[in-house]
Every structure is written in structure tokens, then in C-alpha cells.
């Protein structure tokens, strides 16, 4: 499947609630989404089918120490197509010259796909986040990336004897 990533819009919302609440048995509202798209400290990225209908989106907050996935989701019908991957690419590339905050995020326990996905990018294990979920209680597994090192220059200082 082909798809375009784009800044994800308010014009989205109507889309976004279909994929959030076949994605969530707690699905964020309207107003959530709303209120972290008009956040200038979120960013948001929208995956797009070549018909225009979207089939992905990342919601991403940045914080003191760390940018975190808020919210990741694909409609269930254009799963295991790359789709969250791309996204997560494109999130890194964004951020690529604040990547020094480093990333969190927190997933189901359960999630086994997101978490290897996550691994895959370099998020680690830190933790456990105790009846983290209000639907059922369930854990959610604390995930980091560590930051990115700040390029060093190509021009190293002599070495002094």
C-alpha cells in the first residue's frame, strides 16, 4: 500500500475517532485530540492513503526531558503495512535536532506487536506502570529511547603528550 505522511489537521478528527475507537477500548475523545492538536509543544503526524482517506496517525507531546508518543494508530484494516514504522521514522527525522530529550511512551503489557515494533526502534524496557489502563487495570510496560549524542565535529584537538 502506498500512503503519504503530512501533519495530521482538526479536519481530521472524524477520521481520527473512527481508527482511535476501533483501535482502544478507551479511546481518547474528540477534545483530546483536539486540545493536543492546538498544542504548540505536540506534534502530530497523519498517514494518508492515495484517496485522501487517513489510515494512521502519531501524536507526539514534548516535554522538559523527553518527547512522548502519546497516542500511535493504524485503522485495522491497513495494519502490517509499514504504516506505524514510517511514522515513527518520520518522528525521529522531525525531532532529529531535539533528539536530545530522548522518548517515552507507555504500552499494554499485553501489546506484544507495538512492543516489538518499539524495540525495533530502539525504545527499551524501564518500567511498569501498575493498573495503568482504566478499562481493565491493566499494566502498561514504560519504554525509552535514550538520546540521541550530539554530533561531535569532524575536527578532532591535537592530542597533548
Known amino acids: 500500500m502506498s500512503f503519504s505522511l503530512r501533519r495530521l489537521e482538526l479536519a481530521d478528527l472524524d477520521a481520527i475517532e473512527r481508527i482511535e475507537r476501533a483501535s482502544y477500548p478507551t479511546p481518547w475523545s474528540r477534545s483530546m485530540f483536539a486540545s493536543e492538536l492546538a498544542k504548540q509543544s505536540s506534534l502530530s503526524i497523519a498517514a494518508v492513503a492515495p ?3 487517513l ?3 502519531l501524536v507526539l507531546s514534548r516535554y522538559v526531558d523527553a518527547w512522548h508518543v502519546m497516542n500511535v494508530a493504524v485503522d485495522p484494516e491497513h495494519r502490517r503495512r509499514g504504516i506505524a514504522s514510517a511514522m ?3 518522528l525521529f527525522e522531525v525531532t532529529r535536532d531535539d533528539a536530545e530529550r530522548g522518548y517515552t511512551l507507555e504500552v499494554r503489557v499485553s ?3 507495538a512492543i516489538g515494533l518499539y524495540e525495533g526502534f530502539g525504545f527499551v524496557s524501564r518500567g511498569v506502570r501498575r493498573g495503568y489502563y482504566t478499562d481493565n487495570r491493566e499494566d502498561a510496560v514504560i ?3 535514550n538520546p540521541e549524542p550530539k554530533e561531535q565535529s569532524a575536527v ?3 592530542a597533548t603528550t
Do not use: F, I, S
Open 88 to 90: 515513527l521514522q518520520r
Open 55 to 57: 489510515v494512521g496517525y
Open 156 to 158: 578532532q584537538e591535537p
Open 51 to 53: 484517496d485522501g482517506q
Open 111 to 113: 501489546n506484544l506487536a
Open 143 to 145: 519504554m525509552w529511547k
